[in-house]
């Protein structure tokens, strides 16, 4: 038996690590084996690049070299670890996946979609989520909650109309593929977020 693979997408301040929690306790409450992870990191490696990309650097990081890191971190991530736990059988919940680099370094950055493309087939020949939740709500809002926590990565201080471009991308993606990707209203309580997500695992699950 393969494991499922079900990644939780949005924008800063979504509540995607609070909500993919929940998903992993609902998921073992009905008997699977579950491993949550996140994106970019997940690895030893991984997580080495992800601090590479979360610093504020003095000079920057261009939007051509963001992507490169964060498909360097997805190579090591998906070959050491959810391939192999999805062979297993055991399911995959994993914090941010494929469809953020869409949103955040095509959209946001402006990176053309045929370099994002390409970098998938190279490290994603094959794999594609099973299901993705995309955390949906108005990006100020979002950043709001995520400056609110008082740790603010380098994302957290991007522009409203950079947030605005990536909550876009994530809508249109996820109305391109219906099948995959599920909507759900996060402007509200976690507890009126989840019970949104419960919805959707019950029918796609």
Known sequence: ???????????????????????????????????LTREPGGTELAEAIRALVLRRWTEGIDPPTELLLMFAARAAHVRGLIQPRLAAGVDVVCDRFIDSSYAYQ?????????????LEALVLPALRPHLTLVLDLPPELGLARARQRGEANRFEDETLAFMRR??????ARAAADPQ?????????????VFAGIVAVLEQRL
């Open 106 to 118: 095509g959209a946001g950055q402006g990176i053309e979609l045929r370099h994002v493309q390409a």
């Open 180 to 192: 995959r990707c599920a909507v759900i209203d996060a402007s509200g309580n976690p507890d009126s």
């Open 166 to 171: 990536v909550r876009e991308c994530f809508l």
């Open 1 to 35: 038996m393969h494991g499922r693979l079900i990644t939780l997408e949005g924008g800063e301040g979504a509540g995607k690590s609070t909500q993919a929690q929940r998903v992993c306790a609902w998921l073992r409450a009905r008997g699977r084996v579950v491993e």
